[in-house]
């Protein structure tokens, strides 16, 4: 059984950094793309930042240099730092998996990011 597990949502000021926690089981990251999306309310489930097996990494416009994502193969962990934190980043933070073979995704159950002084 697939499970994605988020951690380290919560409030932070605007310009603060926070890190995301996800930690996957049941799978064997080689085979996956892991990424972090995000939703705001009202608004699609946009993507934030990838990472393949090999460590190629992409990032939307909005969060290029301010947010970095890596990952743990040994430990099954993905990450997402997220520094200088804007009023426009808060909402829920969802890790994806996606298994390269055969394009199937899993989700985990998100995690909350506000940013409010």
């Known amino acids: 059984q697939v499970q994605l597990v988020e951690s380290g949502g919560g409030l932070v000021q605007p310009g603060g950094s926070l890190r995301l926690s996800c930690a996957g089981s049941?799978?064997?990251?080689?085979?996956?793309?892991m990424g972090w999306y995000r939703q705001a309310p009202g608004k699609q489930r946009d993507l934030v930042a990838s990472?393949?097996?090999?460590?190629?990494?992409n990032y939307a416009d909005s969060v290029k240099g301010r947010f970095t994502i890596s990952k743990v193969t040994g430990k099954n962990t993905v990450y997402l730092q997220m520094n200088s934190l804007k009023p426009e980043d808060p909402a829920v933070y969802y890790c994806?998996?996606?298994?390269?073979?055969?394009?199937?995704?899993?989700w985990g159950q998100g995690t909350q990011l506000t940013v409010s002084s």
């Open positions: 994806n998996a996606r298994d390269v073979r055969t394009g199937y995704e899993y």
């Open positions: 049941g799978i064997i990251f080689s085979f996956y793309v």
């Open positions: 990472i393949t097996s090999g460590g190629t990494t």
